[in-house]
């Protein structure tokens, strides 16, 4: 992964920042979001095998990491 797209992917999802721009809260990142979204449609479409699922959806996650990073 390039690291344009590794910082990209450490980047929360819904951000909310106090009066002095620092970031408050916990929420999940790009990364983390986009491999759920993955995630969710495999098992909806019936896959059982749950640590392969886990994997592709990381894999998918960073492949459209990797292409949004080459767009901003």
Do not use: C, Q, W
Request: hydrophobic share 40%.
């Amino acid at each position: 992964m390039t690291e344009k797209a590794k910082k990209l992917s450490n980047e929360p999802i819904n951000p909310v920042y106090d009066d002095e721009g620092k970031l408050i809260g916990n929420y999940l990142t790009k990364r983390e979001y986009f491999a759920g979204l993955a995630m969710a449609g495999s098992i909806s479409i019936g896959f059982a095998e749950y640590d392969l699922i886990a994997m592709d959806a990381v894999g998918y996650a960073d492949a459209l990491l990797e292409e949004l990073s080459k767009t901003e």
